[in-house]
């Protein structure tokens, strides 16, 4: 090995031992010996936290790995979940942990040096080494801001559910209006901006478009680049979400217009994501949508009608696909109406 390479490994042993601890055991047949855990069961859970296949020798398992097996098979013991229920829990948080992970990199690695590519990759040894430094020295401090924040995301994830609990709707799922926004002619911009450029649009209509949300009440379901779905148990809240958005992005130098497809009924919620003919519903209206528009379907026009602050433009009626002819409205602000100011939310009804 390359002195070089030593150095480097002495480098990434020693963040290993801060975050994670002292190397304790030579392998997978020590650590299930230990954690008094099946191999298999050891293998299954090591694969739901996101991790390869390690050899049975290999001595990559450290003191926070035992801990959390330990702890796994004590929730499997207690008699509280059993082992697929708890294969399934650490899969979520594995997947939330690693994309967290990624995204605080790639910050921190911006704040070292902004030329960093948007990724973080291709840094230099140097901006890589201090990034390390610097998210490994914030690890203890950043910790317990984690556990609030999955305790406070817990709560309103359990209030929403004692909230939906409803019969009548057991069968075809909670009822939510779902809005999908984009920005116009994106492709065009992603042809003329260089990675930094786009990096810097992406991530500036992320943050807007996310606290226009969560200021209304609503809930971002996901971002993909150009693209925002989110939901709200309020329809009237959610349609002043997508007005919101059309009348910010305007005002933006940096970002193109927005469009807005709105849509309110049933959905399927399944691993923190949303699914169903009112998605494909809302997701199609956005399709057919003009620069600066909001159209919204038959059911959240029914329900804006018999609110204030809205107009209501009947459009030709359409065949959307896969979904079938319908009649969207345009919405707009009446006379009157007005944008919520300061961020503060016109309705705060939970998601």
């Known amino acids: 090995m390359r002195q070089d390479d030593l150095v480097v490994q002495e480098f990434l042993d020693h963040i290993q031992e801060r975050l994670l601890g002292k190397p304790v055991a030579t392998g997978r047949d020590e650590v299930s010996q230990r954690a008094d855990l099946a191999l298999s069961s050891v293998t299954a859970f090591w694969h739901a936290l996101g991790f390869p296949t390690e050899h049975s020798d290999s001595g990559v398992f450290t003191e926070a790995d035992l801990v959390a097996l330990h702890r796994i098979v004590s929730l499997i013991d207690d008699g509280g979940v059993d082992e697929q229920l708890a294969l399934g829990m650490t899969r979520a948080v594995a997947r939330t942990a690693d994309r967290l992970s990624v995204w605080q990199t790639q910050l921190v690695a911006e704040s070292v040096a902004p030329d960093v590519s948007p990724d973080g990759l291709g840094a230099d040894p140097q901006t890589a080494a201090e990034v390390a430094r610097r998210l490994t020295a914030a690890a203890d401090a ?33 009822v939510r209006l779902v809005g999908f926004a984009d920005l116009v002619n994106f492709t065009s911009v992603v042809r003329r901006a260089t990675e930094r450029e786009l990096a810097v649009i992406v991530q500036r209509f992320e943050r807007l478009a996310s606290d226009i949300v969560t200021a209304h009440g609503g809930r971002v379901i996901k971002t993909v680049g150009d693209e925002i779905l989110f939901v709200n148990q309020d329809p009237v809240a959610g349609t002043a979400i997508a007005l919101d958005l059309v009348d910010t992005m305007a005002e933006e130098e940096v970002l193109p217009q927005v469009r807005v497809g709105l849509a309110y009924g049933p959905v399927l919620s399944r691993l923190g994501d949303v699914f169903g003919t009112t998605v494909n519903r809302a997701s199609r209206l956005t399709a057919v949508a003009g620069e600066g528009r909001v159209l919204a379907d038959e059911a959240l026009a029914a329900r804006l009608a018999q609110q204030s602050g809205f107009r209501l433009r009947t459009q030709r009626r359409r065949l959307l696909r896969g979904i079938g002819t319908h009649t969207p409205r345009e919405v707009t602000r009446s006379h009157g109406g007005r944008r919520s100011e300061g961020g503060g939310p016109l309705h705060t009804m939970g998601t």
């Open 142 to 174: 950043f910790e317990p801001l984690l556990v609030y924040a999955w305790r406070r995301h817990l709560y309103a994830a359990l209030t929403r559910m004692v909230s939906d609990a409803d019969p009548a709707q057991a069968s075809s799922g909670p």
